[in-house]
């Protein structure tokens, strides 16, 4: 895998692929079509963020390369790379449990907020790219 080089495009599957933690400067997209929604990412070394519909989405400290990003009525997956460990924050359901996988292994139960932002530390640094799952539990 890799940095997504176009900043943010979709895949055969229909899941996106978005992010480059290479870049020195800020890099934006706005109003990428996926399915009916818009989608906007900003992305360089420090961060990574997707919006969907002018609403929060996906937020890595420091930036990241997320590929294979598809979301369901039971959550999000992907895969994602970076430089360095990182933070991961998700816009997800209000008030609502969620298990999160990171390469296949449980890390445990999470409720969110009114806010509905989940965060998961992953650990990218030296690493081939990592999993992640989020389910409702």
Known sequence: MAVVNELIRK????????????????SKVEDFPVGG??????T?????????NGLFLYES???TAVNGFKETAD??????????????TLGLEDETSYEIFVNGASTGKVQT???????VSVETANADAVAVKVVKA
């Not at 929604?37 to 900003?42: N, Q, R, S, T």
């Not at 959550?75 to 991961?88: K, R």
Request: no cysteine; aromatic share 8%; charged share 30%.
């Open 11 to 26: 895949e055969a599957d229909g899941s996106i692929s978005f992010g480059n933690y290479e870049l020195a400067q800020k």
């Open 37 to 42: 929604d818009l989608l906007k990412v900003k």
């Open 44 to 52: 360089f070394n420090e961060i990574t963020k997707l919006e969907k």
């Open 61 to 63: 400290v420091p930036g």
């Open 75 to 88: 959550g999000i997956e992907f895969t994602v790379e970076g430089a360095e460990d990182a933070q991961i």
């Open 113 to 119: 907020g009114l806010g509905g932002k989940l965060s």
